[in-house]
């Protein structure tokens, strides 16, 4: 009875070590999309990053997979509160995809199928920290969340995760995309709870 207790508090107030202040652990992966979700066929997918300079790098599906994959381990933090902790993706680095574009930009906005938008400073894009993931689980990407590739940037709320990517886009300046312009904070670290503006 006592043991029941206490493993029953501890799930409810004992810190959990790799839980960000505010959230709490989910077993399940809810699915949280502004809109309806886009069906696109591998065939159709295409992935391109447009800087200043215009069009620099574009991939179809089978460029994609022809780039090196890395297994990514990792948690994951909804700014609605829930968090999974060790979640295992595959994906293509955004280092391999930024290798060759040159741009004086110093921001991103990352642009998907069905018109959401969402806005990322290009160093939280780069050394090791985003990927345009395509598994999840050791199984293809289901539609709802993100399938066929969504960016998985997991240092910051989800929302930054932008489903069915197609495309970043380099801009001068830190504009807002879709949340960011309906409250979202700009930036949105969970471990400094940056969740609204
Ligand atoms: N294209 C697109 N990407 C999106 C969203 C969306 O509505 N559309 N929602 C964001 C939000 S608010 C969250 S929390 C996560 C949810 O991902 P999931 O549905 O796989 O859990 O996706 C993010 N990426
Ligand atoms: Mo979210």
Known sequence: MAGFSRGFGARRREPVPDLPPGQYLTEDFPVLSAGPTPRIA????SFRILTERGISATWTWD???ALPIEEV???IHCVTRWSKLGTTWR???LDT???DVETDDDYAMAHSYGGYTTNIPLEDLLDGKAWVAFEFEGEPLEPEHGGPARLLVP???FWK?????????LQDRDDPGFWEQNGYNLHGDPWKEERYW
């Open 42 to 45: 591998r065939e159709d997918w």
């Open 63 to 65: 460029q994609l997979m």
């Open 73 to 75: 381990h990792t948690d």
């Open 91 to 93: 994906g293509v680095s």
């Open 97 to 99: 995809l930024f290798a």
């Open 155 to 157: 240092h910051l709320y």
């Open 161 to 169: 995760s932008a489903k069915w990517v197609n495309g970043i886009t």
